[in-house]
């Protein structure tokens, strides 16, 4: 461990040489190495494939910040893991972090060659939930995959996933502790669809940093992620790191362009009403 840190202290100090001053929400992501399962498949490179998804969580806050994420291949026995290293700060958020892709060969990877693009996948369905605080886009998921992503996880997916917990969700982050003891996080007065109430999924140790898939839409990238899709932001995801880190200039639809144009809506769009108490 202490040799990580000796390795992350410099490559710190090097990004911050050549980093450019932040206008908005900015993610450093610094490779620290490891090889790719040898069972993966598409050609696609791990750190653009992480800056891609960066670009998507960057695309959704206008608050000047800056997130360094070292990121690389390990056998860590879940998809991806992300570990927080610093938090500080008013507001609390986390300052620096790592995020672990597994390489053991347990799951079958799609490495995403055009990350930027989601021509791979021929259907997206939106959803939209009432939780409390009005109609809100719960998921935008895509669907019925090509090619060498039909039949794997989708790794974009899947840094899409943790980097949000390194935007908050995370069972130790300061501000996320405060927040969801009661099982709930609650999205305040400040921000867009106040009065909504997310349910947190529990475990034997607790409440955890992901959404309890049970009561929401199928869907948020902070539910979890299968096989055969691929996940981005839905504006509840971006909603409930908004309220963990206090981001308040929000995009709750941020997108991005890539070779086939931006990701708008293909397929399904439904509506789903499931309301919470409104009282805390």
Not at 86 to 107: K, M, W, Y
Not at 202 to 211: C, D, P, V
Not at 254 to 262: L, S, V
Request: hydrophobic residues 40%; negative net charge.
């Amino acid at each position: 461990m202490k040799a990580f840190h000796k390795i992350a202290a410099t490559a710190l100090a090097l990004v911050l040489l050549h980093a450019p001053s932040a206008s908005a929400l900015t993610i450093i992501t610094t490779f620290i190495g490891g090889d790719a399962p040898v069972n993966a498949a598409g050609g696609g490179n791990l750190l653009e494939i992480v800056q891609a998804a960066a670009h998507i969580w960057e695309s959704a806050y206008a608050d000047t910040f800056t997130l360094h994420l070292y990121v690389g291949w390990g056998a860590v026995g879940d998809t991806g893991t992300h570990t927080l290293i610093d938090q500080g700060g008013i507001p609390n958020r986390e300052i620096t972090g790592t995020i672990l892709f597994d390489n053991s060969g347990a799951v079958s990877l799609y490495l995403d060659p055009t990350p930027n693009s989601d021509e791979e996948y021929r259907r997206r369905t939106d959803e939209s939930q009432d939780l409390g605080g009005g109609m809100v886009n719960v998921a935008r998921v895509y669907s019925s995959p090509i090619g060498d992503a039909a039949g794997r996880t989708d790794l974009l997916s899947v840094a899409l996933h943790e980097i949000g917990h390194a935007l908050g969700m995370c069972t130790v982050n300061s501000a996320f502790i405060a927040q969801s003891g009661d099982g709930f996080l609650w999205i305040g007065d400040d921000l867009p669809y106040a009065g909504t109430v997310i349910p947190l999924a529990s475990n034997n140790a607790g409440f955890t940093s992901h959404f309890d898939a049970m009561a929401v839409a199928y869907g948020p990238v902070m539910a979890g992620l299968n096989s055969d899709e691929r996940r981005i932001p839905s504006a509840l995801d971006i909603l409930a790191d908004a309220q963990v880190s206090n981001f308040t200039i929000l995009s709750l639809d941020p997108g991005q362009t890539g070779a086939n144009g931006a990701r708008a809506p293909r397929g399904n769009v439904r509506v789903l009403s499931v309301r919470l108490p409104q009282d805390r």
